[in-house]
């Protein structure tokens, strides 16, 4: 059974930085997509980070130079490295694992995209 577990989350001042962790049990990471969404009380989930298979990555025009996804295929961990923080990434953040790689490729900021979300972890960002 594919689980994916976030970590990381918490508040922090405008500026600061975070970093989010995503283990995942049940496949490999170097076979599937995956990416890093949030969504924001009364806004509908965003796509902020993608990473392929083949370790392609792209970024949401929001956090481009801000934020940088990584993956360990070893310890099959996902991470989103956070810098210059700003109060509207206040968000709950989610990763998501598609095991279509050409599917992930095609549509990567699609919610519909992914087969596997985690429970999420909350961000936090004042001013």
């Known amino acids: 059974q594919v689980q994916l577990v976030e970590s990381g989350g918490g508040s922090v001042q405008a500026g600061g930085s975070l970093r989010l962790s995503c283990v995942a049990s049940?496949?490999?990471?170097?076979?599937?997509?995956m990416g890093w969404f949030r969504q924001a009380p009364g806004k509908e989930r965003e796509g902020v980070a993608f990473i392929a298979h083949d370790g392609r990555r792209s970024y949401a025009d929001s956090v481009k130079g801000r934020f940088t996804i990584s993956k360990d295929n070893a310890d099959n961990t996902l991470y989103l490295q956070m810098n210059s923080l700003k109060p509207e990434d206040t968000a709950m953040y989610y990763c998501a694992a598609g095991l279509l790689p050409n599917k992930c490729l095609a549509t990567p900021y699609l919610a519909l995209t992914y087969d596997y979300w985690g429970q999420g972890t909350q961000v936090t960002v004042s001013s």
């Open positions: 049940g496949y490999t990471h170097s076979t599937v997509c």
